[in-house]
């Protein structure tokens, strides 16, 4: 193998530039030329394709985003787009491709490779820390940060002003954002897409707080909750506590943006090592992920169909701590 591609796909994620920079310096320290894939599968369709040198990628592993950019592509999900992307690839001789992403991007690798047979390894790119074969993604640990600082600046106003909040965070499929923030920003509640029925048991939290003369609280709740997003729970918990003032604050796309934290550099760093060796040593088909603190390769089909939900025993804590 002498030339490979890399690319980042779905939504961005910070960490993915870190991605890149380790797959780039590890395949050049192998003698390998790598090209840069932009716009993700619908750059790979167009042809927007790049040799990256070693300085292409110096002074990126701090930056948020994505210097290959990223989109989402209706025309890969067609036998034409995908022969047009494979034609692209050929153009350049590439032998191999590192695709960063999420549950998508692995499935429309899944399905190139049986029509293709292109050799792919995966690179956990998500800040919603929802595939299954690794213990964390890139980008999951600076999304959790970002909403705990902003939730803590919440808090100063909701003590203020006798307020209960209601914090909506990202989280369409996977409460694992919910629940890392929660417990982290010291939530009074947290609602999320695994738990269900969890608007009465709120309520029930919430009343032992004002009994105990408890001033504020927020609420943590991710998007996907069964029960609505946090618009529309405030409206349902609105009527049991008159004595608050009750606010809504959706953080947002926020959470998708700034400088990556050391955890997730060094573990996009550490993915994209590997993915390059993984490549290299013939696998294919699977994502490079770290369990336990140990390089791990997954296959994509196991990462798209097998759930991954968060740990009972952090489930359990949520509940334990929000009595405070």
């Known amino acids: ?73 209706m025309e890969f999900m067609t036998p034409e787009g995908r022969k047009k992307a494979y034609d692209s690839l050929m153009a350049h001789d590439i032998e191999g491709v590192i695709s960063i992403g999420g549950n998508g991007t692995f499935t429309g690798a899944n399905i190139f490779y049986d029509e293709y047979k292109v050799p792919f390894v995966g690179m956990p790119g998500t800040i919603d820390n929802d595939l299954y074969g690794t213990d964390f993604t890139i980008g999951f640990d600076t999304a959790i940060n970002t909403a705990i600082d902003a939730i803590d600046k919440i808090r100063d106003t909701a003590d203020s002003h ?15 954002i919910g629940l890392y923030t929660g417990i982290g920003s010291g939530a009074s509640g947290i609602l999320i897409p695994e738990k269900s029925n969890d608007t009465e048991s709120l309520i029930k939290t919430l009343k032992k707080g004002v009994q105990r003369k408890k001033l504020f609280s927020l609420v943590v709740v991710a998007e996907g909750d069964e029960t609505g997003g946090a618009i529309e729970i405030a409206k349902r918990v609105k009527d049991e506590f008159p004595q608050f003032e009750t606010k809504v604050t959706i953080i947002g796309h926020l959470q998708r943006g700034g400088s990556p934290t050391c955890n997730d550099r060094i573990l996009a760093s550490r993915l994209g090592h590997a993915a390059v060796e993984g490549l290299v040593a013939g696998k294919k088909n699977v994502m490079a992920g770290i369990v336990n603190n140990k390089l791990k390769f ?14 009972k025993d952090l489930l359990d804590l949520s509940e334990i701590l929000a009595l405070g």
């Open 1 to 73: 193998m002498k030339r490979i591609a890399v690319f980042t796909s779905g939504g961005d994620a910070p960490g993915m530039n870190a991605g890149v920079r380790a797959v780039v310096r590890s395949a050049s320290a192998q003698g390998l030329h790598v090209y840069g894939i932009y716009r993700g599968y619908q750059g790979m369709i167009e042809g927007e394709i790049k040799r990256l040198e070693r300085e292409d990628v110096k002074n990126i592993i701090h930056r948020g985003g994505t210097i290959l950019k990223t989109a989402r592509s």
């Open 162 to 176: 006798n307020r209960l909040f209601f914090i909506e965070v990202m989280g369409r499929h996977s409460g694992y």
């Open 298 to 311: 997954t296959t994509f089909k196991e990462c798209i169909t097998k759930a991954k939900v968060p740990h």
